[in-house]
């Protein structure tokens, strides 16, 4: 059952949960994409045009499908933001060793664990379920960083042993570029990488998770035993399926 408030349970448990990615501010992009069956989807506000108020009617627009927001970076006011508005969890880009990790769970975690701000917000329905979620909203929100650098890969260890952390969700791309192979994704010294930090995440009982613009090109890390699935992106649909009808109409 799709459910914002038990995402994160199913996150750790690992569970296959298969999303998609949303680069366009368009909230009705979001609600077409949630009644697909998507798990849950990618809001892209690290790449994506997306202010606070427009990822929030994005979120609104998807309910009850839970939505990750990836924030630009892995600072304190977009990581409240996004909670605060109501996401399940935040994915946090360019995670590079433990000290930065942990700084961002503390930020992500409410006291004692950590020092989330408290405040009014869309995540408790503005006040309504302020107790209920005050007492859960730990347990309930996912922090999933990404490995996307080869300072990540070589503290790996010392990122997944934090209490707090999640998922791992590899970025692919910028890890070859950081490794000297830009977008070679299956070069030999790219897949190395990809496997210390599978076989970390394994050692360390946490979940998994994997970009790819195709199937093809995700199945592979399912067989893995990848989790955290992100399928497509909301641009390359329109554009393949746009290509492939001008092209049926030009023959």
């Known amino acids: ?26 909230p009705e992009i ?44 892995d600072e304190t006011i977009w990581l409240k933001k996004a909670l605060d508005i109501g996401a399940a969890g935040v994915i946090v880009p360019q995670v590079h060793n433990a000290t930065q990790a942990k700084k ?10 950590g020092d989330r701000g408290i405040g009014i917000c869309r995540a408790h329905k503005y006040g309504i379920d302020f107790e209920r979620y005050l007492k859960n909203a730990n347990e309930e929100t996912a922090v999933v960083l990404q490995a996307e650098s080869s300072e990540a890969v070589e503290n790996i260890n010392a990122i997944v042993a934090l209490e707090g952390v999640d998922a791992i969700l590899i970025g692919p791309y910028d890890l070859s570029a950081s490794l ?41 890390y399912k067989e893995k035993g990848f989790s955290l699935l992100t399928v497509g992106i909301d641009t390359t649909f329109l554009i393949d399926s746009a290509k492939e009808t001008l092209s049926r109409m030009n023959n």
């Open 1 to 26: 059952m799709k459910n914002i408030n038990n995402f994160a349970k199913r996150l750790r448990s690992n569970e296959v949960l298969t999303g998609t990615l949303v680069s366009l501010p368009s």
């Open 30 to 73: 979001c609600e077409l994409l949630a009644n697909i069956g998507y798990d849950w989807l990618f809001i892209d506000a690290e790449h994506g045009a997306f202010n606070p108020q427009q990822a929030q009617t994005m979120l609104q627009a998807a309910t009850p499908t839970p939505c990750l927001i990836r924030v630009p970076a």
């Open 104 to 113: 961002i769970i503390t930020n992500c975690k409410y006291a004692p664990a």
């Open 180 to 220: 000297g192979k830009p977008g070679e994704i299956d070069h030999p010294i790219v897949q190395a990488a990809i496997e210390k930090i599978i076989d970390a995440c394994k050692n360390a009982k946490i979940s998994m998770g994997i970009f790819g613009v195709s199937a093809d090109a995700v199945l592979p």
